[in-house]
């Protein structure tokens, strides 16, 4: 581990507080669901939780943020009981990176977000059901998109336990009594946000890298090589194609005026949160993936090819 048990409290008490207040300015009025939750989270909880683990950590340690929201992409294909497949990789990628003396440590968990009703989470359509058969299972499986590597990717081979890689997120936006909650798939259904752990637990613990929490990688920055194990070199994948599209297909977090581009970064102190419009109820302007949809027949899914993402870096300061 990282980081004294009391830093730990420290940053899990700090982004509590930050995740609070995205979650109920979202509740007055409500979200409309899911997308507009998470786009909250990467866009205006990003730069604050930055901010506050920043004053936590200094001046030993030096926090940097990066954080894009892509709504609607990728798309994977696998084949599971003899049935192929398809769905959405996740709604989010969280990645926490730490350097010391002995090196960088990469901490990453792909995020399914899923809104609770009455603290439950019912999956059963076709399209959640694929998606939780992916993630109780990790089957071998390939990205439709051609930006990615077309050989399938198997967990199995990753440095940690599979079982880490995905967890859902139970949102719950009954006012006054808003939470995200990490929930284990493996666990029964339908799921319980009490049978969770807190979303800011879930981050200040991935920064300082428990078990249990996302499944450790080995750090990569930019174009991964094939020497790496899938869940590796498909967690530095998506930070690298995600980070190459065109900033009309994704919004990076940071407020108005916030420089859009491969090497955007958000430190603190964080960027105010961008006024809602005129007579509006929307307090967070996002462009999304969602914006170019194909012609009529194409399946309304996006052409872009990224992922929303939050990557937490943690060094020693200069």
């Not at 081979?157 to 859902?168: F, H, K, L």
């Not at 174009?223 to 194609?241: G, H, I, Q």
């Not at 006024?275 to 170019?292: H, L, Q, Y």
């Given at each position: 581990?990282?980081?004294t048990s009391?830093?730990v409290?420290?940053?899990?008490?700090?982004?509590d507080?930050d995740?609070?207040?995205?979650l109920?300015?979202c509740s007055t009025?409500?979200?409309s669901g899911e997308?507009?939750?998470?786009?909250?989270?990467v866009?205006?909880?990003?730069?604050a939780?930055a901010?506050?683990?920043?004053?936590?950590?200094?001046?030993?340690y030096?926090?940097?943020?990066?954080a894009v929201?892509c709504?609607?992409?990728?798309y994977v294909?696998?084949?599971h009981?003899g049935?192929s497949?398809?769905?959405?990789l996740?709604?989010?990628?969280v990645?926490?990176d730490?350097?010391?003396?002995?090196g960088?440590?990469?901490?990453?968990?792909?995020?399914q977000?899923k809104?609770?009703k009455?603290?439950?989470?019912?999956?059963?359509?076709v399209?959640?059901?694929?998606?939780l058969?992916?993630?109780?299972n990790?089957p071998?499986?390939?990205?439709?998109s051609?930006?990615?590597?077309r050989?399938?990717?198997d967990?199995g081979?990753a440095?940690?336990?599979v079982t880490d890689?995905?967890?859902?997120?139970g949102?719950?936006l009954t006012?006054?009594?808003?939470e995200?909650?990490?929930?284990?798939p493996?666990?029964?259904?339908?799921?319980?946000?009490?049978?969770?752990?807190a979303?800011?637990?879930?981050l200040a613990?991935?920064a300082?890298?428990?078990?249990?929490?996302?499944?450790?990688?080995?750090?990569v920055?930019?174009?991964?090589t094939?020497?790496?194990d899938?869940?590796?070199?498909?967690?530095?994948?998506l930070?690298d194609?995600?980070?190459?599209l065109?900033?009309?297909m994704?919004?990076?977090a940071?407020?108005p005026?916030?420089v859009?581009?491969?090497?955007?970064?958000i430190?603190?102190?964080?960027?105010?949160?961008q006024a809602p419009a005129t007579?509006?109820t929307t307090?967070?302007?996002?462009?999304?993936?969602?914006?170019?949809?194909p012609?009529?027949?194409?399946g309304?899914?996006?052409?872009?090819?990224?992922?929303?993402y939050?990557h937490g870096?943690v060094e020693?300061?200069?």
């Amino acid at each position: 581990m990282h980081f004294t048990s009391s830093l730990v409290t420290q940053l899990q008490t700090a982004a509590d507080a930050d995740l609070n207040t995205v979650l109920r300015r979202c509740s007055t009025p409500p979200p409309s669901g899911e997308v507009a939750t998470v786009a909250d989270l990467v866009l205006n909880g990003t730069p604050a939780i930055a901010a506050s683990w920043q004053s936590i950590l200094a001046p030993q340690y030096s926090v940097t943020f990066h954080a894009v929201f892509c709504h609607g992409s990728p798309y994977v294909d696998f084949t599971h009981g003899g049935t192929s497949r398809t769905c959405e990789l996740a709604d989010l990628l969280v990645v926490m990176d730490y350097l010391d003396s002995s090196g960088w440590t990469r901490q990453a968990a792909l995020i399914q977000a899923k809104i609770a009703k009455g603290g439950l989470i019912a999956i059963s359509a076709v399209g959640p059901g694929t998606q939780l058969d992916l993630y109780q299972n990790w089957p071998s499986f390939t990205f439709q998109s051609n930006a990615y590597s077309r050989h399938p990717r198997d967990f199995g081979t990753a440095i940690n336990p599979v079982t880490d890689s995905g967890r859902y997120g139970g949102i719950d936006l009954t006012f006054q009594a808003e939470e995200w909650s990490q929930i284990n798939p493996l666990l029964q259904t339908p799921f319980r946000n009490s049978a969770g752990v807190a979303l800011s637990e879930f981050l200040a613990r991935l920064a300082d890298g428990q078990t249990g929490v996302g499944a450790t990688a080995t750090h990569v920055m930019g174009k991964p090589t094939s020497n790496l194990d899938d869940w590796s070199f498909t967690v530095a994948e998506l930070l690298d194609v995600t980070g190459q599209l065109p900033h009309a297909m994704i919004t990076r977090a940071g407020g108005p005026g916030t420089v859009r581009g491969r090497s955007h970064s958000i430190k603190a102190p964080a960027q105010p949160n961008q006024a809602p419009a005129t007579g509006g109820t929307t307090r967070i302007a996002f462009a999304t993936s969602g914006f170019r949809l194909p012609p009529d027949g194409g399946g309304g899914r996006p052409w872009s090819s990224g992922i929303s993402y939050i990557h937490g870096i943690v060094e020693p300061a200069l």
